[in-house]
T-cell receptor
Framework: NAGVMQNPRHLVRRRGQEARLRCSPM?????VYWYRQLPEEGLKFMVY????????ESGMPKERFSAEFPKEGPSILRIQQVVRGDSAAYFC???????????FGPGTRLLVL | GQQLNQSPQSMFIQEGEDVSMNCTSS?????WLWYKQDPGEGPVLLIA?????ELTSNGRLTAQFGITRKDSFLNISASIPSDVGIYFC????????????FGKGTLLTVNP
């Protein structure tokens, strides 16, 4: 059973460009969570999605950031007009149900030049 | 928001030594989790704790959910070089049973 998959593993963008991060949850998991990790920090919750629904986006910046989890395909975290402060590791986790343990993917390291 | 204080920030030990790290919270947590993160990878779940006072082992790892529900510790016995990495405590509290709060991590270095 494949684990949580994220791509790309590394992403370099110039200021003002868009970044798209993809996450495929574990088989049988319909709950997806995105976290951001700044250097030498713990992970910070951004958003929680179920298929076609955003359940909680309280940790996501109001501007430039959006997330979706369509009926078909991976979950997407989209950052528009990236700035240097967006440079971080972005992790996706999935679980079969809301209360269940979250399993993390390998992350996408975003570097904004 | 919720905050977890994890200590120590880093540890440098000799192979074979035992290690202990802990997390404390200013508020009650419903779940305590311990993850390990290797460089360039995502956190991997080591132990999950769901009840106050619960003591759980996973091989050489042992973790406990504090009675007050505001703390947890992780012990590693007879450390080996592959134990090197960053260990994070995490948990959720209040009305959220999905929004994990993470500590800042303990960097463990094991000298062969």
């Amino acid at each position: 059973n494949a684990g949580v998959m994220q791509n790309p593993r590394h992403l370099v963008r110039r200021r003002g460009q868009e970044a798209r991060l993809r996450c495929s949850p574990m088989k049988g998991h319909s709950h997806v969570y995105w976290y951001r990790q700044l250097p030498e920090e713990g992970l910070k919750f951004m958003v929680y999605l179920q298929k076609e629904n955003i359940i909680d986006e309280s940790g996501m910046p109001k501007e430039r950031f959006s997330a979706e989890f369509p009926k078909e395909g991976p979950s997407i975290l989209r950052i528009q007009q990236v700035v240097r402060g967006d440079s971080a590791a972005y992790f996706c986790a999935s679980s079969p149900r809301q209360q269940e343990t979250q399993y993390f993917g390998p992350g996408t390291r975003l570097l904004v030049l | 928001g919720q905050q977890l204080n994890q200590s120590p920030q880093s540890m440098f030990i000799q192979e074979g030594e035992d290690v202990s790290m802990n997390c404390t919270s200013s508020s009650i947590f419903n779940t305590w989790l311990w993850y390990k993160q290797d460089p360039g990878e995502g956190p991997v779940l080591l132990i999950a704790l769901y009840k106050a006072g619960e003591l759980t082992s996973n091989g050489r790892l042992t973790a406990q959910f504090g009675i007050t529900r505001k703390d947890s510790f992780l012990n590693i016995s007879a450390s080996i070089p592959s134990d090197v990495g960053i260990y994070f405590c995490a948990g959720n509290s209040g009305g959220s049973n999905y929004k994990l709060t993470f500590g800042k991590g303990t960097l463990l270095t094991v000298n062969p």
